[in-house]
């Protein structure tokens, strides 16, 4: 393995803990304190929150109490995918809570949990995202924010295949 | 995938949990406005206003019959919609793993800079 490629490709787990909160669990061979500040330094998220989907115009990283952030990215097909909210918490290199819009559907503010357990050198990063309903989680899943998980994609997939 | 920013297109459509109730109706069969009132349990002008959404972003055609108006799912508009969110793991797997690279080669930059 490349000194410079990550060796735990594919291993994200999503989970829906319960009816309004979907969990995202992925392990890191680094320190909890790099891969914390992966997340709260603009030009270190701006390298990685794109994924595939885009590329990322904006980082904006407030970082203390009632501080503000934003992310933005330009979608592969030339559209806006814009997310902000408020830092809460800030326990580095532990713990990061924040308030979460997708600013397209401003009214479903969500709160995520996000923390760093290190252990023999292996951080193992747990992002929990808690909205205020299920409707909302279902809706955010809908939208394209949270997808590939049960009701609402079941629904869909039933409703291509009939109509398609 | 090309759409705009706006909060009338596909995406935002669904994103209301009434209309996709209506879509989930819909998607056992064409239904009046009157069948859709009864089996949704919303008032008539809800279910019109949802209806002129979707059929905006052309989730939703009609046929007259008469003087009745039937509604069905358009498929191929929702296509993009499903795609989309069926990516959600394979994106947040992606992103994570664009991450590992990057704090893979942070952590090799970090190792060369102690190195005499």
Sequence with gaps: MNSTTGNRHGSAVVTLPSDDEILITRAFDAPAELVFDAWT??????RWWGGDRGEVTEAQVDLWIGGRWRWVMTANGGFEVAFSGEYHEIDRPHRLVKTEVFELVPDAEAVST????????VTTTRILI?????????AAIASGMEGGLQVALDHLEELVRQTV | MARTPTTTDAFSAVAEGSRRELLDVLGTGEATVNDLVQRLGL?????????????????????????RRWYRVNGPALQPVYEWARSFESTWNTRLDRLDDVLAELQAKEKKERQP
């Excluded at chain 1, 330094?41 to 701006?46: G, Q, R, S």
């Excluded at chain 1, 808690?130 to 279902?138: I, L, V």
């Excluded at chain 2, 008032?43 to 003087?67: D, I, M, N």
Aim: proline share 6%; no cysteine.
């Design chain 1, 41 to 46: 330094t603009p030009d270190i998220v701006k």
């Design chain 1, 114 to 121: 996000t923390t760093f357990e290190e252990a023999d050198g």
């Design chain 1, 130 to 138: 808690r909205y205020p309903s299920q409707q909302h989680r279902d």
């Design chain 2, 43 to 67: 008032s008539q002008p809800q279910v019109s206003k949802h209806l002129a959404v979707l059929r905006a972003v052309r989730l939703v055609s009609v046929r007259a019959e008469g003087r």
